[in-house]
C-alpha cells in the first residue's frame, strides 16, 4: 500500500510560484502512473498534470499548460508540481496520485488512481 505525502501548499499572491512536492513511502514513482489532481473550492476534483508510468511523456491540463510543471526524483521518491504565474482560478486543494495500471486512456480520470495523498491548499490572493 503506496502512501503518499503532499506539502508545499500556502499563501501567495497572484504572479507568485509555489513549489509543490509529494514524497512516497516506496519506489512508486518510477513504475506507476503519476498525477497532481485539485479541487477548487465547490467544485469536482479534476486533472492537473501527470505522466505515465509506460510512455513517459508529461501531460496537462489546459489551464496550466506553459505555467505549472511536472517533474520528478526517483532518488528521493518525490514528484514536485512547480506552479508560476499563479493567479486566484488556481486556488485549490492539490492532491498527488499513483496507480500501477492506469491505461494511457484514463490518465485523467480520478478513479484510475488507487493510492492519494493527503492534499496540500494553495491559496492565491488577487
Not at 67 to 81: E, G, I, K, M
Not at 96 to 114: D, F, K, M, T
Request: net charge positive; glycine share 10%.
Amino acid at each position: 500500500h503506496v502512501q503518499l505525502q503532499a506539502s508545499g501548499g500556502g499563501l501567495v499572491q497572484a504572479g507568485e510560484s509555489l513549489r509543490l512536492s509529494c514524497a512516497a513511502s516506496e519506489r512508486a514513482f518510477n513504475s506507476y502512473t503519476v498525477a497532481w489532481y485539485r479541487r477548487a473550492p465547490g467544485m469536482d476534483r479534476t486533472f492537473v498534470a501527470g505522466t505515465h508510468r509506460t510512455y513517459g511523456r508529461l501531460y496537462y491540463d489546459d489551464a496550466v499548460k506553459g505555467r505549472f510543471t511536472f517533474s520528478r526524483d526517483n532518488a528521493r521518491n518525490t514528484v514536485y508540481l512547480q506552479m508560476n504565474g499563479l493567479t486566484p482560478e488556481d486556488t485549490a486543494v492539490y492532491y498527488c496520485a499513483v496507480g500501477p495500471s492506469v491505461i494511457l486512456s484514463n490518465l485523467r480520470s480520478e478513479s484510475a488512481y488507487p493510492y492519494w495523498g493527503q492534499g496540500t491548499l494553495v491559496t492565491v490572493s488577487s
